[in-house]
């Protein structure tokens, strides 16, 4: 994705901020906000098998799924 930016510098000439046209900044947030979507579901996931990892290794009674369901 090329993005046209406009960079903005002191009188030093040091670069202080940029600008960008509001279209190629709300397409970098849709981006942005499918990347955070899809790191949520692998976080989630990634916890969830650490959870089956462990009620796996526990010697615990363990509930079924049709139990849980049914306590819903």
């Given at each position: 994705m090329k993005i046209d930016v406009q960079y903005v510098n002191d009188s030093n000439?040091?670069?202080?901020?940029?600008?960008?046209?509001?279209?190629?900044w709300e397409k970098i947030l849709a981006k942005?906000?499918?990347?955070?979507?899809?790191l949520k579901v692998k976080t989630d996931l990634k916890e969830a098998f650490e959870q089956v990892a462990?009620?796996?290794k526990s010697k615990t009674e363990k509930q079924t799924l049709t139990d849980f369901l049914n306590e819903i």
């Open positions: 000439g040091k670069t202080q901020a940029i600008q960008l046209t509001l279209t190629e942005l906000r499918k990347y955070e979507q899809i462990l009620l796996r």
